[in-house]
């Protein structure tokens, strides 16, 4: 069983940014690959980026590459997800997700999920 709880979501303007982030409550050992996906009213949840259990392998969706940045403390299972230049469009409910196969080399598997925190850019 792993928990994963999200936190730092809010109200934001247009251009401005915002840090969110995710515990996961997994056994001390345990290293997991985790990833942000948003869900935006009235749409399908969408992969936003990923990150290996290791940290050395990042992947982020076209919409928001160059503008969000994701990392993770060296050890545990604490995830971040740094919003710059943020944009209307980025609306929507950020949820952390993880695969519970502790230190699995292939591609992961997210069979966890937070129940999300809510991000909302004004213009």
């Known amino acids: 069983q792993v928990q994963l709880v999200e936190s730092g979501g809010g109200l934001v303007q247009a251009g401005d940014s915002l840090r969110l982030s995710c515990a996961a409550s997994g056994r001390a050992s345990s290293r997991y690959s985790m990833g942000w996906f948003r869900q935006a009213p009235g749409k399908e949840r969408e992969f936003v980026a990923g990150?290996?259990?290791?940290?050395?392998?990042?992947s982020y969706a076209d919409s928001v590459k160059g503008r969000f940045t994701i990392s993770r403390e060296n050890t545990g299972n604490t995830m971040f997800l740094q919003m710059d230049n943020m944009k209307v469009e980025d609306t929507a409910v950020y949820y952390c997700?993880?695969?519970?196969?502790?230190?699995?080399?292939?591609?992961?598997?997210?069979?966890?999920w937070g129940q999300g925190t809510q991000v909302t850019v004004s213009s």
């Open positions: 997700a993880a695969d519970g196969r502790s230190r699995q080399l292939g591609a992961p598997r997210y069979d966890y």
């Open positions: 990150i290996m259990w290791t940290g050395s392998v990042t």
